[in-house]
């Protein structure tokens, strides 16, 4: 460790808050699944009943995150799974090493992440010179206090101290539990056409894949996508490809993902504050781009699905929120047996999925007569269920999209009447998130858009 950077800094953890279940996990610091402590002036007897109380509070908490987790559940019966599949690292310009990153989403109740960063696997020799950027001094701080010096491995080069990045294979084991933790191999794919970022996830992908360049948007989107696909086919991987932001540098418009259905998935709600989620007076909001994207496609081919998906895309780690990319802002829940790879990845690709910024739902149940929705609801906080979709007109022309069906509460059934393109369902709670991106958000879910001919 070199001597300079052993400093410490104050880091604060979010307050509970009356909207939601308390989560019990102010407790100490979790290293590879060993409970440590953080005052040496304890003693034997004192240290003995911590360890014991922390054992129960942490057991009850990870019940409490697995939220609808029933310990009577069989083997093999499906069950959700938390995760999120965008979020940075010093790999690329996240700034915390990727240990404390990973550290952070397990001890918050997530199931699994993939680590994106920008056209980088954690893979190979990499160095970070803690001098180059100021706010590597908290990184630094964070990583030894959690570690330990013994883990972290540094160097000095030219009178500066550099810190080696270990690999995803290295740290993994330190963190994955069956059951309970995945990590997947992330690559945010990072792009530019006309001058616009093009930015594309791969989740559980083996190999880098580079950048592909095209003249168009469009024509970049469509390349980095049948990359990905080249190499899913070619291995006989399951990898999951997703557009990110599409607001983002007002980059990708409606047209351009009308024009490229191999794109199946999507950002609808990404967590960075710089991302315009919410479109401004010339430019609709992503969820508005959803819908029309969908009646742009499904007009077509009844197949040309795009499924939504919540993220964090976060770069920063040492503060609650504000005006910065925070973790905890956006995550999915997916539906799917087991916690490995493969099956979260074909779950997602079924639409066995939803988003969510907040709201938790117990159930999704879709037939081919209707969809039914549950929320799970925290405590004080009400709910509004809306059935988003679009019909099909008699003379051919598409009518909507428009709210189908609006229930205050937590239950609500829409039974297709044989007209519509699509259905769709948002959950939006009357609470706020924890880490808001603006004063006025309100926890939400998206749950996947259904084409009841399809069904
Ligand atoms: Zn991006
Ligand atoms: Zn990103």
């Given at each position: 460790m070199c001597a300079e950077f052993a400093w410490r800094s104050d880091r604060t953890d979010s307050g509970g808050r009356m909207c939601r279940p308390q989560r019990v996990l102010a407790v100490q610091a979790v290293r590879g699944g060993v409970l440590t402590w953080r005052s040496e002036e304890m003693?034997?007897?004192?240290?003995?009943?911590?360890?014991?109380?922390?054992?129960?509070?942490?057991?009850?908490?990870?019940?409490?995150?697995?939220?609808?987790?029933?310990?009577?559940?069989?083997?093999?019966?499906?069950?959700?799974?938390?995760?999120?599949?965008?979020?940075?690292?010093?790999?690329s310009d996240g700034q915390a090493f990727p240990e404390t990153v990973v550290s952070w989403y397990k001890r918050s109740g997530y199931h699994f992440l993939a680590l994106s960063d920008h056209n980088v696997l954690q893979r190979g020799e990499r160095w970070v010179r803690l001098a180059d950027h100021p706010q590597l001094r908290w990184a630094y701080d964070a990583y030894v206090e959690e570690f330990g010096p013994e883990w972290v491995e540094s160097r000095r080069r030219d009178g500066v101290c550099e810190v080696r990045l270990k690999t995803l294979d290295e740290f993994r084991t330190r963190f994955e539990e069956p059951d309970r933790f995945l990590l997947l191999c992330g690559e945010e794919i990072t792009d530019r056409s006309q001058n616009r970022p093009v930015h594309l996830n791969a989740s559980n992908l083996l190999e880098l894949v580079p950048p592909q360049h095209g003249e168009t948007v469009a024509e970049t989107i469509r390349r980095n996508v049948l990359a990905v696909y080249e190499q899913r086919q070619r291995l006989g991987r399951p990898i999951l490809v997703h557009l990110n932001h599409p607001n983002y540098g007002w980059a990708v418009t409606v047209d351009d993902l009308v024009q490229v259905p191999e794109v199946r998935f999507f950002e609808v709600f990404n967590g960075h504050p710089a991302v315009n989620n919410e479109g401004?007076?010339?430019?609709?909001?992503?969820?508005?781009?959803?819908?029309?994207?969908?009646?742009?496609?499904?007009?077509?081919?009844?197949?040309?699905?795009?499924?939504?998906?919540?993220?964090?895309?976060?770069?920063?780690?040492?503060?609650?929120?504000?005006?910065?990319?925070?973790?905890?802002?956006?995550?999915?829940?997916?539906?799917?047996?087991?916690?490995?790879?493969?099956?979260?990845?074909?779950?997602?690709?079924?639409?066995?999925?939803?988003?969510?910024?907040?709201?938790?739902?117990?159930?999704?149940?879709?037939?081919?007569?209707?969809?039914?929705?549950?929320?799970?609801?925290?405590?004080?906080?009400?709910?509004?269920?809306?059935?988003?979709?679009?019909?099909?007109?008699?003379?051919?022309?598409?009518?909507?999209?428009?709210?189908?069906?609006?229930?205050?509460?937590?239950?609500?059934?829409?039974?297709?009447?044989?007209?519509?393109?699509?259905?769709?369902?948002?959950?939006?709670?009357?609470?706020?998130?924890?880490?808001?991106?603006?004063?006025?958000?309100?926890?939400?879910?998206?749950?996947?858009?259904?084409?009841?001919?399809?069904?």
């Open positions: 003693n034997e007897r004192a240290r003995f009943w911590v360890a014991l109380i922390s054992v129960v509070i942490v057991s009850i908490a990870s019940g409490v995150v697995s939220g609808l987790d029933s310990p009577w559940r069989r083997p093999g019966e499906p069950r959700w799974w938390k995760g999120n599949l965008h979020t940075h690292t010093l790999w401004d007076a010339e430019h609709p909001s992503v969820e508005e781009m959803w819908d029309q994207v969908l009646i742009g496609r499904l007009r077509n081919n009844p197949e040309d699905i795009l499924y939504g998906l919540a993220t964090d895309d976060a770069h920063v780690y040492d503060r609650d929120g504000g005006n910065a990319p925070v973790p905890g802002r956006g995550w999915i829940m997916v539906r799917a047996r087991y916690l490995t790879p493969r099956e979260i990845v074909q779950a997602i690709e079924r639409g066995d999925f939803y988003a969510s910024t907040g709201v938790t739902l117990s159930d999704i149940e879709v037939s081919a007569d209707a969809i039914r929705v549950e929320v799970a609801p925290n405590p004080g906080a009400s709910y509004t269920i809306e059935f988003v979709g679009a019909r099909k007109m008699a003379d051919g022309g598409i009518s909507g999209p428009e709210v189908l069906k609006r229930v205050t509460g937590t239950e609500a059934t829409y039974e297709f009447q044989g007209d519509e393109l699509y259905v769709r369902c948002r959950v939006r709670s009357d609470c706020p998130p924890a880490r808001p991106i603006s004063a006025g958000d309100r926890e939400m879910a998206w749950t996947q858009p259904v084409v009841p001919s399809v069904q």
